[in-house]
């Protein structure tokens, strides 16, 4: 994320620590924590209470194990956010940052709950699992947008990175995935609490962009958490995409871990880094890839949170309603504007950007069709990739077309293609999907950038403005379109939230993969990002490796092995 988004963020969060005199207090089987209200945008009162712990402090001899359930804490303080937690890189916490983060925030209505008591909106943040924090959201949004509407909204820290990531074949004592287990006892507090604030623990609508989607997708799919999921929201994250699958993690993970001396004794040896140590270690290794496997550590298939791969959880766990989708250009966040480039290699640079032609692509795709995932049909593959994206296409190949074919390519395996996997394989399973794609954006969004208009589109990100209030990459006017749109989308995750449904009108995915195209003039469509993704299936199956899902290479599993 840019310097200047970085800045507007901070801006806009500590203008979100300004509380009420008000104070309000709410008394759980843990202890009471003293909140605030807020006035809305429609003049409505809300309750707010921050930094309410959900776990011990995962400090100490508690690092690198699995979250253990809080203590009672008497009497909290709940009116300032809490620290977040650890980036896998130095420089990319916006706030102070600490192992002691586990924390959750709940943001609830001041009217009379129903019988039930309200819906519940369990927001995960994003990040790629590596950066992020809840706090970034801060609260106003979630008030303006959802909880004046008669939902209590909860956003949630998890350990991220290497502290929330780590995984080592052949280690037993390492443990995988904790920011995801933290993540489900998060849940799993909220279930048991949230009667306290009004709530209702059988409505808990999982909800998440990006990594957060993706996150939201697997806490409804491991049967350690999926009995607290009501319905799921994902925006822009599948938990079938490679980011989210971690097959590469041990590969990162060990090259940490010789950095840091740490090859005998690893977790005792862990545990007594210092994580000034940790980062200087990440600086040297590297802490990103110019590959398809962008995300260094991340949630991994472990036998354990996940006892198989997400497409037989499908099959085995209770039917979740899902809503999922994506922005028509989600990748143009990363090639074309340069965003969060803590977690990626795509961005060619202005430069780059000024000259980009099919040398350029070129270049790209060499990177990311390995010869180690090929071998000798390497340039087969690549010639089959040029044929589909660029030879059919009879119109003017300019500098726009060339820059909108790599957000496209890397649109449909990191976005698109996953999320139409996840579509079909619930739907064949009998799941009620949903499916959505964002393909609105103002043109704020290009300003100050070289971006032929034929290259534009909704990218990553795009939605912040509508669906958080927080217009991260470029601030406008919510009227007119823009205000048509966000009522829509929020619409949307309310219904979701308090139905399973996103409204009455909404067509399921069904046999054909329908999606509502969101515009000013929203519309049904067959087939969800079809074409690509079969292209990609087409190709696995004709050279027998997936580029969707990016599986681990022999060759890399084999070294693992050998030095382990």
């Not at 605030?36 to 209470?49: E, H």
């Not at 623990?201 to 958490?225: D, M, N, R």
């Not at 046999?511 to 074409?531: A, E, H, Q, R, V």
Request: a negative charge; aromatic letters at 12%.
């Amino acid at each position: 994320m840019s310097s200047r988004s970085l800045q507007f963020l901070l801006v806009c969060t500590l203008t979100l620590l300004t509380c009420a005199d008000t104070a309000v207090k709410v008394s759980t089987k843990h202890g009471s924590i003293t909140g605030f209200k807020y006035t809305t945008t429609q003049k409505k009162d809300v309750d707010v209470f921050l930094n309410i712990p959900f776990a011990k402090p995962p400090v100490g001899n508690l690092r690198l194990e699995k979250p253990e359930p809080i203590d009672n804490w008497g009497e909290r303080d709940g009116t300032k956010f809490g620290f977040d937690c650890i980036p896998h890189f130095v420089n990319a916490s916006v706030f102070p940052s600490n192992e002691d983060c586990l924390t959750l925030n709940v943001i609830r209505p001041t009217t009379t709950p129903p019988s039930d008591g309200f819906p519940v909106l369990f927001s995960i943040h994003g990040g790629g699992y590596e950066v992020g924090s809840a706090s970034i959201y801060g609260y106003k949004g979630f008030a303006d947008l959802y909880v004046q509407q008669d939902v209590i909204v909860v956003t949630t820290q998890y350990r991220i990175g290497f502290l929330g990531f780590l995984s080592l074949e052949n280690d037993d004592e390492i443990i995988e995935n904790l920011g995801l287990w933290d993540l489900a006892l998060s849940l799993k507090f909220v279930h048991d609490n949230i009667k306290s604030f009004g709530g209702n623990p059988e409505k808990i609508t999982v909800f998440g962009y990006s990594a957060g989607s993706a996150a939201a997708g697997q806490l409804s799919l491991s049967p350690h958490s999926r009995d607290y999921v009501y319905s799921a929201v994902e925006m822009s994250g599948s938990p079938f995409a490679s980011w989210a699958l971690g097959h590469r993690v041990p590969e990162a993970s060990l090259e940490l871990v010789k950095e840091l001396g740490c090859e005998k004794n690893t977790k005792t040896c862990l545990k007594n880094k210092s994580v000034s140590e940790m980062h200087k270690a990440v600086l040297a290794v590297g802490f990103t890839r110019e590959d398809l496997s962008l995300i260094k550590w991340g949630p991994t298939i472990d036998g354990d949170f996940f006892p198989a791969p997400p497409s037989e959880l499908i099959k085995q766990g209770r039917p979740v309603p899902s809503l999922l989708g994506i922005s028509n250009k989600d990748a143009g966040f990363f090639n074309l504007l340069g965003k969060s480039r803590y977690i990626h290699e795509y961005y060619p640079g202005v430069e780059g950007i000024r000259t980009f032609g099919p040398d350029s692509l070129d270049k790209y795709l060499e990177r990311f069709i390995r010869e180690k995932d090929f071998g000798p049909n390497r340039d087969r593959v690549m010639y089959d990739i040029k044929k589909y994206f660029i030879d059919s296409y009879d119109g003017v190949k300019d500098r726009g077309f060339y820059l909108d074919k790599l957000t496209q390519i890397l649109n449909s395996l990191c976005f698109s293609s996953p999320a139409a996997e996840e579509l079909s394989q619930k739907t064949a399973a009998g799941w009620p999907a949903y499916a959505y794609s964002f393909d609105h954006y103002n043109p704020v969004v290009f300003e100050g950038h070289d971006i032929p208009e034929s290259a534009r589109g909704s990218v990553h990100a795009s939605e912040f403005a509508y669906i958080y209030n927080l217009p991260i990459l470029g601030k406008f006017e919510m009227e007119d379109d823009e205000k048509i749109v966000q009522n829509l989308i929020v619409d949307l995750i309310l219904a979701m939230t308090k139905t399973g449904k996103p409204t009455e009108y909404f067509i399921p995915a069904g046999d054909t993969n329908t999606y509502l195209s969101i515009t000013p003039k929203p519309d049904f469509k067959p087939s969800f990002y079809g074409d690509e993704w079969n292209f990609w299936k087409r190709l696995n199956v004709t050279y027998g490796y997936d580029l969707i899902s990016l599986p681990a290479s022999p060759a890399v599993h084999m070294k693992l092995h050998e030095e382990l």
